[in-house]
């Protein structure tokens, strides 16, 4: 484990130019097969860095859920669909590239399979405005239990280790680095969304 965190800046832009590289390669084999205008590419990550490694401006790191360990970027192509050059500020998930391969593909998904994802493809294709949104993470590392939701441009966070318990609200448009906790200054909200994360557990049951 403690190798995985022992890397070097010079090893680390060699495997950066390598990644590069190599999508570069599936970019040029769709053109050359005629496929570009009807292939939707994605690029994205499921989490922040890890030590010691960066995400400034972001506070925390991987298996955290401060933005650092869970705001990563997303990257779209489909020439025949979406806008080149469109950068959107509508918060989404992991779940929505799922329901959005889904209506790529013309799919669809059972009626009784409930999904947190929503269709960004199409959100984008259709420039539709920014819908505010609930979303809730939890994250559990042996002893170490991370619980987090997000509605609006508030965030509120929980950690639980060691029978220790600690608790953050962020106004995540004032504050998107996390460094002012507003929990015990807004109470009422900080209860508000604690009884949301509490609902949003109960529904999603954890599988570990």
């Known amino acids: 484990k403690e190798e995985l965190t022992k890397g070097t800046r010079k090893n680390y832009v060699a495997m950066l130019e390598d990644m590069d590289r190599e999508v ?23 989490h922040g860095a890890i030590v010691p ?26 020439p025949g669909r979406l806008p080149p050059g469109v950068v959107s500020d509508q918060p989404t998930i992991t779940m929505d590239l799922t329901t959005s391969f889904i209506h790529a593909g013309a799919g669809r998904t059972p009626t009784d399979y409930k999904t947190d994802g929503i269709d960004i493809v199409g959100h984008l294709s259709n420039r539709q405005p920014v819908k505010e949104r609930t979303l809730a993470w939890r994250a559990k590392r ?19 280790e060691e029978g220790k318990q600690e608790r953050w609200l962020f106004n995540l448009k004032k504050d998107p680095g996390e460094q002012v906790n507003l929990a015990s200054d807004d109470t009422q909200r900080t209860s508000q969304l604690s009884e949301l994360l509490s609902a949003w557990e109960k529904e999603t049951k954890s599988v570990r």
């Open 142 to 160: 042996g002893d170490r239990v991370w619980r987090a939701i997000r509605r609006g441009d508030w965030k509120f966070v929980t950690r639980l």
């Open 53 to 78: 490694g960066s995400n400034d401006p972001f506070r925390g790191f991987k298996s955290g859920l401060f933005e650092g360990g869970i705001r990563t970027a997303c990257l779209m192509r489909w």
């Open 24 to 46: 570069g390669r599936i970019l040029t084999s769709l053109d050359k097969r005629g496929m570009t205008d009807n292939t939707l590419v994605v690029f994205a990550s499921d």
